[in-house]
């Protein structure tokens, strides 16, 4: 299964974990097989996808922007980077319910409101925003958010028990995934590529004398 994140018209994420062989998988011994699957099912895959207007807004469309490898990395990791905010696992919400004087920065319909959303119903049906424009309703949820770090798009029981504390430190760029040195021959990776790329040449050259000695 693939989950994925759509953040406005430029950018989306998918994350998914491949356990298994697809329709579209190469074929290969089956002794191979599960050993490559054996690694792939430990580890999450996160791809991220730019679209034009990304692109264009960081002057990165023309291919040769990242001929280099060292801006190439860095592109990468300000992409990775992305990841936290689209995740906002760069913001620091609460995990307990704050004390009521804690809670006198609110104002008297505010602090019915996140009261309203403790009880793990949405906040846009409370009576006060119900109906209201969505300017409004988006104001109310802003101000809760700044004065108490309560995010009322996550449901409490969610948001209270942090179901995954440790992701913003597992969601960093890494540069690349070390390949296990046995599978090095059926991934495609630099050392790899450069074998094919040189028997590929040969092929080409083979065609093209091929086609010159037939005149």
């Known amino acids: 299964m693939t989950i994925y994140i759509r953040v406005g018209r430029c950018n989306a994420v998918s994350a998914y974990v491949k356990y298994a062989p697809t329709p579209k998988s190469v074929e290969l011994n089956s002794s191979v097989m599960k050993v490559i699957f054996s690694v792939s099912a430990c580890l999450l895959r996160v791809e991220k996808i730019n679209r034009s207007p990304w692109l264009s807004a960081r002057n990165l469309k023309n291919p040769q922007c990242w001929r280099s490898s060292k801006e190439a990395l860095r592109i990468y990791k300000d992409c990775f ?66 004065k108490m770090f309560v995010d009322m798009s996550i449901p409490w029981k969610i948001q209270s028990k942090k179901l995954s504390p440790m992701l913003k430190e597992k969601l960093v760029w890494t540069k690349q995934f070390k390949v296990p040195a046995e599978l090095e021959p059926y991934c495609f990776i630099s050392k790899t590529v450069r074998v094919e790329y040189e028997k590929l040449r040969a092929l080409v050259n083979d065609e093209i004398n091929s086609q010159i000695a037939k005149g």
């Open 81 to 146: 980077d992305e990841l936290l905010t689209y995740l906002r696992l760069d913001k620091k919400f609460r995990q307990r319910m704050p004390k009521p004087e804690y809670k006198k920065k609110l104002t008297e319909i505010e602090n019915s409101v996140l009261d309203w959303h403790f009880e793990g119903k949405s906040y846009k049906t409370h009576p006060d925003i119900s109906g209201k424009s969505c300017q409004y309703i988006s104001r109310v949820k802003r101000q809760i958010e700044m």
